[in-house]
């Protein structure tokens, strides 16, 4: 009714219907050796330091480009930085589901530029640094179904084969009752998400480990 001007008051406005009738894409992971091929790239600074975040947080990839530093904590929990996705008086954050308002705990094996007051991490627009990543991964590995969504499955991977249960990667990831949510992860806080970050290690980040990875 709406594509037919029946209707003027468009309910769908802020949906992305492009995809709509399509089936649904079952992205395949990047294997540790792929993920050592892939971080031994030339890629730029920013492109590297994105990558870097998809891979060790599961973060969805527009949720990584929208990261602002205001939303930097480092002081609350000692030893834990984290990125709020939760909005507040000041900033709203647009994410996906009640769920993705959570609160993204950072891996200690990811280096984060000079940590700064204000400003955003990326200067990627909104749906532009997929068009960046995705023609090099296309050449990389030739393999349509290994793209840009792929990091959120290698993610939940790797933790699978560390033993981590499905309960804990939905904590991670946010599939759970999201930290806005007085139920926030069944009442799994910051420390013990951070415990479960941390079984995963990922040495492909160091951009010299393609020359000393194990066969």
Known sequence: MVEQGAVDDNPFASLNLKQRG?????WQRFTKEDLYKLFAHKWDSQMRLLLSILVTT???LEE???????????????GIRYFSLLSNGFEEVDVKTESSKRYVLFHPDL????VQRIGRLFTYS????????NPILKEMFNNPLKRAHSFRRTFKILYRDEGVDEKAIDALVGHAEG????????????P????MLCRVKHPWLNQDAHKVHPK
Not at 22 to 26: A, D, E, T
Not at 179 to 190: I, M, N
Not at 192 to 195: L, T
Request: hydrophobic share 30%; net charge positive; aromatic share 10%.
């Open 22 to 26: 399509q089936s649904k894409k079952h």
């Open 111 to 114: 280096i984060l530029p000079p």
């Open 192 to 195: 013990r998400r951070f415990e």
């Open 126 to 133: 909104h749906g532009k640094a997929g068009n960046k990543i």
């Open 64 to 78: 990584a480009i929208a990261l602002t530093w205001y939303r930097h904590n480092d002081t609350d929990y000692q």
């Open 58 to 60: 599961g973060m969805r």
């Open 179 to 190: 930290d806005a949510s007085r139920k926030a992860y069944a009442g799994v806080g910051v």
